[in-house]
């Protein structure tokens, strides 16, 4: 049994990762910045199971402070702000919260004792790749970012990589592609898509020939699982991925026809109406990762097909709505 830190711990994997650890009998800590608006609902599955520490990433002293008072064995390291859109418009507030506070927790651990015997696993992203001209892309592809939140995730991982070959700090980076299953954000493509067929609005597909591959959230979270469980992913950089490619306009008419949805009612090459400034070019034509490093050195592959898992995913709001 391990003392594993989350940071992020209520938002969407960090949430579905702190329930498996605890099933696992781990002693787990999740870091939650003050927000006074915040839906309890979002933690309440786990608040009785995981021991809640106020702290935030963007500061150094908190971060520091929190590490100091939990003293944890792994730190898991998924805070960050994540709506690729939204970053267009406030690209200062992605780089603090996701490459500050990823330096934040970085140059925290190397204050504790001991720190090259402590694990850091850090949340990545497939955006980083950007736009590449071999398909899959594998992990030693040069990162050519494309967006605000790119870059910031971009910059992090080149962070955490250069800690480990100038510190000696124990990470392990975690690139995965779109992962899907939220239970109170709507506002991500199989969510947005699923909620507003079963209230019969209008559809909206931006980038209908964008190649893009989704992963269930089970299978996002066993890779971290993984991912902190085996000696073999430490000091070492991970793509997570299905590697089954889908264009948008496919994951659409797929999921208009399991709902039933009249496919004429399928807006292409637009965004909806109150969507955030994006610019077209940015989108990527491909993001298609090769994850066979992280199934043969620390044995993880997917387990849910993207036909299983947006069922799951119709399921619950469809009882949720």
Do not use: C
């Not at 939990?70 to 992605?94: G, K, Q, T």
């Not at 850091?120 to 594998?138: C, D, N």
């Not at 590697?243 to 659409?252: M, P």
Request: charged content about 20%; glycine content about 4%; cysteine-free.
């Amino acid at each position: 049994m391990a003392k594993i830190l989350i940071t992020g711990v209520t938002g969407f994997i960090g949430s579905h990762l702190a329930l498996e650890l605890v099933k696992k009998n781990h002693e787990v800590y999740g870091l939650v910045k003050h927000v006074s608006n915040r839906n309890p609902r979002m933690y309440k599955e786990f608040l009785n199971n995981v021991t809640l520490v106020n702290g935030d990433v963007t500061s150094f002293l908190s971060t520091l402070n929190a590490l100091r008072l939990i003293n944890p064995d792994v730190i898991v390291h998924l805070a960050a702000l994540s709506p690729v859109s939204l970053s267009f418009e406030r690209p200062f507030e992605y780089i603090q919260a996701n490459l500050i506070g990823t330096m934040n927790i970085g140059h925290s651990i190397l204050e504790l004792p001991d720190f090259k015997n402590r694990r850091l696993v850090v949340a990545s992203t497939a955006e980083v790749y950007g736009i590449q001209k071999e398909q899959p892309v594998k992990e030693d592809a040069i990162l050519s970012p494309t967006s605000p939140y790119a870059v910031s995730k971009a910059a992090a991982d080149m962070y955490i990589r250069m800690m480990i070959s100038s510190y000696g700090l124990n990470a392990t980076v975690i690139r995965a592609t779109n992962s899907y299953g939220r239970k109170f954000d709507k506002s991500f493509m199989v969510e947005y898509l699923i909620t507003e067929m079963l209230r019969d609005n209008k559809i909206y597909v931006g980038a209908p020939d964008s190649v893009r591959d989704y992963m269930h959230v089970d299978d996002h979270v066993n890779a971290y699982v993984l991912a902190i469980e085996n000696q073999n992913s430490q000091m070492d950089v991970f793509n997570v991925s299905t590697e089954y490619g889908v264009t948008n306009k496919e994951l659409a008419l797929n999921i208009a026809s399991e709902l039933d949805f009249d496919q004429n009612r399928i807006v292409l090459g637009s965004y909806p109406p109150d969507y955030p400034y994006r610019p077209m070019v940015s989108d990527q034509p491909f993001i298609l990762l090769d994850s066979s490093k992280i199934r043969s050195k620390i044995g993880w592959s997917p387990k849910m097909s993207l036909d299983e898992g947006i069922k799951r995913v119709i399921d619950y709001w469809s009882r949720a709505t």
